[in-house]
């Protein structure tokens, strides 16, 4: 038999939406171009950052020798640093040890573990998504064999949380489902539940027997300040929840290409938490061994030397305040313009992301005429506006919005 | 408010990681470990490679920390795919192979195992037996079914070359082969050059496909190039294979978690099409590949005199456990042992598959606070010019009523 090829079937996967954007605008050779697409952030000069704190850990750590991988007691450490941030340090689980958690590759690494341990103890579940949630969500869910379902999240409408149409999702699955929450900043709309809206969810979720899965991306983003940001998850703990998180250091600690994330349970008992981590350390055996130790180190330095935490936390307010910054100045750039449009939105979502609003045919133009690059969605990530940029963005805006008022009054009745 | 977790059972045990526990809480100032599978120099302390350092020392302060490609970092795997394929291969020139960054050579199996299930839905993976433990997981969470090859025969302690070229051809035509390139895991036994041929004309015959896993390019003679042999045969005679590449153990990266996967392809429209797809799978997993180890990596081959040191290196590290070889098997023929133990210096790489029962491992370890897993594998890197007489002279105390 001769050679046979085994994969001559195989046909190019369809692009990524996010990278996708990215990879069109390397390709551009406009000197305008702006990219918004992925959610990385950018200083006012639209550079990439890497934050104080992180030279000052890379410093500490050089030379040291570690080389198969991290003590077992980095390991916890980092762990329970991790834990802190988002549960609280004053948590009853956390005082108690009723946690169990690994690092992950991370935000990504940390959904799919936890993706691969819902199959494996309840094989017949579904996870319920926000719609929209970030896309990678529903491959990563996909990928570990557990199905989809979504909650209403968004109100094109209104360009806000539709309450009601979560809360009737909630209370309208079935008893014990599993659902994914942003704790803040939600990822790709801006928009979070209120505190009071974050305690009701708690308790129909309570109600209904609910499991609360939060990924945790963007903590420190959506008010500058990491405690605040952690309210949601802190309602729930309150509330007797047992939760699970997926944290990523990706863009809170600039760490995006080490792939440093956790993932963490809240458990009944040390005993449990102890059974869980050795399932969730043989799921990542199987899949890449152990996580890489460069980014372990370095969070595990910030998080464990007071000096350098609190510089990192100054460095995230610097970076929230930014953000917000820009916000305020496209909403005000676009008014100015005379734009009849309604704006406020810019505003009044959180954290990295602008869910514009924009059109497909809009956001075309976008890309096309003025070299602007944002997913398909409308999704701008406002971390890629600057001083610079933002009044050549808030022009490229009203100039594809701004085609007719018949248009826009089409566009309004449609959500626009 | 139920309890979601009560029937999560403690998973079981590592029973490598068991041994390298037991032997940590030893308090004997006797105690050996020749259980674990990386590398010590002749104190018995790890080792980071001078050309690491000096990496390091580059890429210090000076980079950014943005997201790599999903298929990682390019310079990394074009360097990466030169040490398995040639320097000057018509492949890479040809744009043939397909290839990402992995998370090390247990990231590259996976990416590989999900990419068979998903676009070879109905096949299996022939694994020889013995082989790496975590390649049955691994494959097992792909959902991809395992069929076993003879490999290692005990009586020998060398390779059942019959009954592996039996295994092949009985094997259903198109079948999946796992391979490991040289240095064998855990047994260190290696086909022959002559006998990698016939393996070779036997998959042509079947039309199997051959999957490398080469963790050890460069342990097991010193020579990267040589070490390859293998491949290149496979290559030479037509196959199309997959090859999953580590540099935990040639570069001493273990922690990193640097490594690729490849598969070649018949053109660079496919070598295209399968790229796509394994990045898909490694977005739905991890996005995308940690940057720190790839840029150690392609910091060293990319600089003619760093590649240069690398080489010297490996051959130290190489040179050194052969050399170590030699003298466990000198040692326990100078006690007058009446046993054979020409397999320590015909076994090649990391490991010794001794022939050790698991009652002599025991008593090896309860008398003589030595340790290693109980499959009687035992780690050369582990054995140094201060303990080899030492463990000789255990060995020979177990065995001599055998």
């Not at chain 1, 046979?4 to 000197?31: M, N, Q, Y």
């Not at chain 1, 309210?231 to 995006?256: E, P, T, W």
């Not at chain 1, 969070?299 to 307010?317: F, N, P, R, Y």
């Not at chain 1, 070299?371 to 001083?387: E, F, L, P």
């Amino acid at each position: 038999m001769s050679i046979v090829r085994r994969f001559e079937h195989v046909s190019p996967a369809p692009k990524d939406p996010i990278t996708g954007v990215t990879e069109a605008f390397l390709a551009d050779p406009s000197p305008n171009k702006i990219n918004l697409g992925v959610g990385a952030y950018r200083d006012d000069e639209g550079r990439p950052v890497v934050l104080q704190c992180v030279r000052d850990a890379e410093a500490k750590i050089a030379g040291s020798e570690f080389l198969e991988s991290v003590s077992a007691a980095v390991n916890s450490k980092m762990v329970e640093e991790s834990c802190k941030l988002i549960y609280g340090k004053d948590s009853d689980a956390v005082m108690e040890g009723r946690f169990a958690g690994i690092q992950a590759l991370s935000g990504t690494g940390a959904c799919r573990l936890f993706a691969e341990f819902q199959r494996r103890f309840y094989p017949n579940s579904h996870m319920y998504f926000p719609a929209p949630t970030w896309s990678n969500h529903h491959n990563i869910w996909r990928d570990a064999q557990v199905s989809a379902r979504n909650f209403c999240y968004y109100d094109p409408q209104s360009k806000d949380l539709n309450f009601e149409g979560l809360i009737n999702d909630i209370k309208n699955a079935p008893e014990g489902s599993f659902f994914l929450l942003h704790p803040c900043a939600h990822n790709p709309t801006g928009v979070d539940p209120t505190e009071e809206e974050w305690r009701e969810i708690s308790y129909y979720l309570k109600v209904k027997n609910h499991f609360p899965f939060f990924d945790v991306a963007y903590q420190g983003f959506a008010s500058g300040v990491m405690d605040k940001d952690a309210r949601a998850i802190h309602i729930f703990l309150q509330d007797g929840h047992l939760v699970a998180c997926a944290q990523s250091f990706a863009k809170n600690m600039g760490l995006y290409g080490h792939r440093v994330g956790c993932l963490s349970f809240i458990c009944d008992d040390s005993k449990q938490a102890v059974a869980i981590k050795s399932q969730l350390q043989q799921i990542a055996r199987a899949m890449y061994g152990s996580p890489p130790v460069h980014g372990v180190l370095l969070v595990s330095t910030i998080l464990g030397d007071q000096a350098i935490k609190a510089l990192w936390t100054e460095e995230i307010k610097i970076m929230a305040d930014r953000i917000q910054g820009m916000r305020a100045t496209l909403r005000e750039s676009l008014e100015k313009l005379g734009s009849p449009l309604n704006w406020e939105h810019i505003t009044s979502q959180v954290g990295m992301f602008c869910y514009s609003g924009l059109k497909a045919e809009q956001i075309d133009r976008l890309v096309r005429e003025f070299h602007v690059y944002m997913t398909s969605d409308g999704r701008i990530s406002m971390a890629g506006v600057t001083t610079g940029n933002v009044n050549y963005l808030a022009n490229a805006i009203h100039e594809v919005t701004n085609s007719g008022y018949e248009e826009s009054q089409i566009l309004g009745e449609s959500g626009f | 408010m139920s309890s979601w977790w009560r029937s999560v059972e403690p998973a079981p045990k590592d029973p490598i990681l068991g041994v390298t526990e037991a032997f940590l809480a030893d308090p004997s100032p006797d105690k050996v470990n020749v259980g674990v599978g990386a590398y010590r120099d002749d104190n018995g302390k790890p080792v980071v490679l001078e050309c690491v350092r000096e990496a390091e020392r580059r890429i210090a302060g000076n980079l950014k920390m943005e997201y790599l490609p999903m298929g990682g970092s390019v310079n990394m795997v074009q360097e990466t795919l030169k040490l398995a394929y040639g320097e000057n291969s018509e492949f890479i020139k040809d744009k043939r192979i397909a290839a990402v960054q992995s998370l090390s050579g247990t990231g590259a199996c996976r990416l590989f195992a999900d990419f068979q299930k998903r676009f070879r839905p109905d096949s299996q993976i022939y694994i020889p037996v013995p082989t790496w433990a975590n390649h049955h997981n691994i494959w097992r969470d792909a959902q991809v079914p395992q069929r076993s090859y003879h490999y290692y025969l005990p009586e020998t302690r060398g390779l059942d070359f019959a009954a592996l070229m039996d295994d092949v051809k009985n094997a259903p035509d198109g079948s999946f082969f796992l391979l490991h390139a040289c240095a064998h895991n855990p047994t260190g036994v290696d086909p022959t050059e002559v006998q990698w041929r016939e393996i070779s004309y036997q998959f042509k015959v079947k039309g199997h496909f051959a999957f490398f896993d080469m963790a050890y390019q460069g342990f097991a003679s010193g020579d990267p190039e040589r070490d390859a042999k293998s491949i290149r045969i496979f290559l030479n005679d037509g196959h199309f294979i997959g090859i999953s590449q580590s540099y935990a153990k040639n570069m001493g990266l273990y922690g990193q978690r640097v490594g690729c996967l490849s598969v070649l392809c018949e053109d660079e429209k496919q070598a295209v099409a399968v790229k796509s797809q394994l990045q898909q799978l490694a977005r739905r997993m991890y996005s995308n590949p940690p940057l720190h180890g790839a840029l150690i990596v392609s910091t060293i081959l990319g600089d003619p005199d760093l590649k240069k040191l690398w080489l010297k290196e490996v051959k130290v590290m190489a040179d050194r456990i052969i050399g170590m070889r030699t003298a466990l098997r000198e040692s326990l023929e100078k006690r007058g042992s009446t046993l054979s133990w020409r397999h320590i210096t015909d076994q090649i790489g990391m490991f010794c598959y001794s022939g050790l029962t698991p009652e002599q491992v025991d008593r090896l370890t309860n008398e003589y606070h030595i340790y290693m897993t109980r499959n009687g594998r035992i780690s050369m890197a582990g054995v140094t010019t201060g303990n080899v007489g030492y463990l000789a002279n255990a060995i020979h105390e177990v065995t001599k009523s055998a």
